[in-house]
C-alpha cells in the first residue's frame, strides 16, 4: 500500500503500509526512497525495504492524477499486487486530518511545501 503525499502536484513523501492486518507498521521514504525517521500512527518497518520495480510508474502515475485533480495537496494511493499497479483512491485529509507526524517539527517541514499562491 504506497501512498504518495503529492504537493502543487509533484510527489514528495512515500508513505508505505505493510502487514496491515496483522501488525501493521508504516514506513515513509523519500521520493530517492531514503528511509525517514517518521511516525504517524503507527511504528516503522525495522525490516530493510527495497524500492519496488513499478516506482517510476507509481510516480508517474502519481503525478498525472494530481494534474487532473490540481490542489496544492494530495494524497494518491496505489496498490502494488503481482507487479501490478492499481489505483487505491485519493485524498484531501490523510487520516481525517487528526494524526500528527513524529517527530512534530515535520508538521511545519510538510506545510511549507504547500503554495496556495497557485
Known sequence: D????????EPKLVQLDTDRFTN????????????LDLKLIYQ???KTIKQPNQFDRMVSFARQ?????????????LYVIERKIFFGEIT??????????????????LGT??????
Open 2 to 9: 504506497y501512498k504518495f503525499f503529492c504537493f502543487n502536484n
Open 24 to 35: 501493521h507498521k508504516r514506513t515513509f521514504f523519500d521520493m530517492n526512497w531514503n528511509k
Open 44 to 46: 516503522a518497518d525495522n
Open 65 to 77: 492524477v494530481c494534474k487532473l485533480v490540481n490542489s496544492p495537496f494530495l494524497r494518491v494511493d
Open 92 to 109: 484531501f485529509y490523510p487520516e481525517g486530518g487528526y494524526s500528527l507526524f513524529e517527530p512534530i517539527d515535520f508538521e511545519r517541514k
Open 113 to 118: 511545501k504547500i503554495n496556495v499562491k497557485k
